[in-house]
């Protein structure tokens, strides 16, 4: 199980970056992640969602280790950084959705390998007990 931490803000910036003024080939989705997607909307709202959250002060979420970037790997892709978090559903159902983005090539691209709903709600429960312990 990966910790919970405070997402950083270096990451969250480059992330914001690239899903506000990228180029459509410097996001990159999983074939999962755009299908489960489909359900809420067109990309763009997922990029609207996605900064929305990543713009708030204080996002906590999971390191993520192992993952393999999408087909195509890029040449420094060594230098990853994938972090899972939640989002407010796009419907305002109470359940979050999880998002798992990763961080690559010089923090020039970025990877899309998760946005579906968070049902285990495991993640929830890990941060706001990290949260509570930090307190």
Request: proline fraction near 10%; include cysteine; aromatic fraction near 8%.
């Amino acid at each position: 199980m990966n910790p919970v931490e405070p997402l950083p803000q270096d990451w969250c910036e480059a992330v914001i970056r690239i899903l506000t003024k990228g180029a459509p080939a410097q996001i990159r989705w999983s074939t999962r992640a755009r299908q489960d997607w489909q359900m809420f909307g067109m990309p763009h709202d997922a990029f609207t969602r996605l900064v929305q959250t990543l713009q708030q002060p204080g996002i906590w979420g999971e390191r993520v280790t192992g993952m393999i970037p999408l087909p195509s790997p890029l040449k420094n892709a060594a230098n990853q950084v994938v972090y899972g978090f939640l989002c407010p559903h796009p419907l305002g159902m109470p359940k979050p959705l999880y998002a798992k983005i990763g961080l690559f090539d010089d923090k020039v691209t970025i990877d899309l390998f998760s946005l579906h709903i968070d049902l285990s709600g495991e993640l929830a429960k890990r941060i706001a007990l990290a949260q509570k312990k930090r307190k």
